[in-house]
Every structure is written in structure tokens, then in C-alpha cells.
T-cell receptor, first 109, second 113 residues
Framework: KQEVTQIPAALSVPEGENLVLNCSFTDSAIYNLQWFRQDPGKGLTSLLLIQSSQREQTSGRLNASLDKSSGRSTLYIAASQPGDSATYLCAVDGNQFYFGTGTSLTVIP | KAGVTQTPRYLIKTRGQQVTLSCSPISGHRSVSWYQQTPGQGLQFLFEYFSETQRNKGNFPGRFSGRQFSNSRSEMNVSTLELGDSALYLC????????????FGPGTRLTVL
């Protein structure tokens, strides 16, 4: 069974700092990997999707990379802002979606 | 284009009752997946429906069931509610193409007393 781990579980940074969130998975037979953000009590907002044949995707200040062979993905957030405060989840698509437990990010003004 | 909608947004039920939750996917999306989110277990996959057929099922008891209609709208039913069923229930829709990007609704917050 696919297991998805996200480290760290919580992260607090000052505004303007660049940061990296990590996601690892045990089974490399995946179709895609998707990053989401979730605000408290709300649904998930899709940030980036990386297909298994791709190495990275970029959207604005966000850059996600995928290394299927090592079972790792990173989400890089540049010049963090207080509005980036949320829980970030990664999910791997291996015929069904398996989610990590998330990284709770706080950006301090 | 309208996003994924879920109704109701909040529900309070008592143990032993049953509940039906509804999800309307993004127009043109034929796949609907359901998830349960709790503080202790995180996000867990319940099932996926595609073109009115259950395509995949997670590890949940038979009290959890679902269906999908010809217009791709989906319902999820939980019978004989237990306290542990209190959770945020999320549905996601996708086109189920090779890139299969999932889009989530706002969720239904179910509280079982």
C-alpha cells in the first residue's frame, strides 16, 4: 500500500523567506503527484500537478519538483507572504489518490 | 465555470441515524471521488465513481455507500451513524484523463452526537 509522508509537520517562517516543503512516497508507480493547500475548515485548493513523466511545474511563486525514482517531491515557495499560511498537502495518484498528512505553514508578518 | 459544490455544508445527526451527502462536479467532469478527513486519520479515500460505475473503493465498512447519476452528480450515504463518523467529507471531481487533476468542493461537516 502506498504511504505518503510530509516533513516537516509544521513550519513557521518570517515573511519574505523562501521555503521548501517535502513529500515522500513509497511506491514509485504513480501517474501524477498533486500539491494542494487547505485553509482551516475549508476544502482543498489545487496548486500544481506534476505528471509522472515531468520533473517540475511552476506557477507564480510556486515550484514543484518530482523525482519518481527516489519517491520524492518538493514544493518551493519563494518570497513567502502571510497569505501563504495554510496546510499544504501532497497527493500521489496511483489509481487512487493517497494523501500525506500535510505541513502546517505559518508565515509571520 | 462553476466549481465543485457540496450540500449540505453542515449536518448534525445522532447515532444510529443515516445521512446522505450530495456532490455536483465541475461541468464536463465524469469522475467524482469522496474522502473523509479527520484530525487523527487525515484524508482517507472512500470511493470513486466514473460514468455511474464505482471505479475504486477505499477501506471503509459497508455502511458507507455511494452512487453517481447520469449527469455525474454523486451522493454518498452513511447508514447507522457512529460517533467516529464525525468528519469533514470532501468530494473531488476530475476529467479522469492521464493528468487527472482533482478539484475539491468545500466539504460537508458532519457531526454525530
Amino acid at each position: 500500500k502506498q504511504e505518503v509522508t510530509q516533513i516537516p509537520a509544521a513550519l513557521s517562517v518570517p515573511e519574505g523567506e523562501n521555503l521548501v516543503l517535502n513529500c515522500s512516497f513509497t511506491d514509485s508507480a504513480i501517474y501524477n503527484l498533486q500539491w494542494f493547500r487547505q485553509d482551516p475548515g475549508k476544502g482543498l485548493t489545487s496548486l500544481l500537478l506534476i505528471q509522472s513523466s515531468q520533473r517540475e511545474q511552476t506557477s507564480g511563486r510556486l515550484n514543484a519538483s518530482l523525482d519518481k525514482s527516489s519517491g520524492r517531491s518538493t514544493l518551493y515557495i519563494a518570497a513567502s507572504q502571510p497569505g501563504d499560511s495554510a496546510t499544504y498537502l501532497c497527493a500521489v495518484d496511483g489509481n487512487q489518490f493517497y494523501f500525506g498528512t500535510g505541513t502546517s505553514l505559518t508565515v509571520i508578518p | 465555470k462553476a466549481g465543485v459544490t457540496q450540500t449540505p455544508r453542515y449536518l448534525i445527526k445522532t447515532r444510529g441515524q443515516q445521512v446522505t451527502l450530495s456532490c455536483s462536479p465541475i461541468s464536463g467532469h465524469r469522475s467524482v471521488s469522496w474522502y473523509q478527513q479527520t484530525p487523527g486519520q487525515g484524508l482517507q479515500f472512500l470511493f470513486e465513481y466514473f460514468s455511474e460505475t464505482q471505479r475504486n473503493k477505499g477501506n471503509f465498512p459497508g455502511r458507507f455507500s455511494g452512487r453517481q447519476f447520469s449527469n455525474s452528480r454523486s451522493e454518498m450515504n452513511v447508514s447507522t451513524l457512529e460517533l467516529g463518523d464525525s468528519a469533514l467529507y470532501l468530494c473531488a471531481s476530475s476529467q479522469r484523463l492521464s493528468y487527472n487533476e482533482q478539484f475539491f468542493g468545500p466539504g460537508t461537516r458532519l457531526t454525530v452526537l
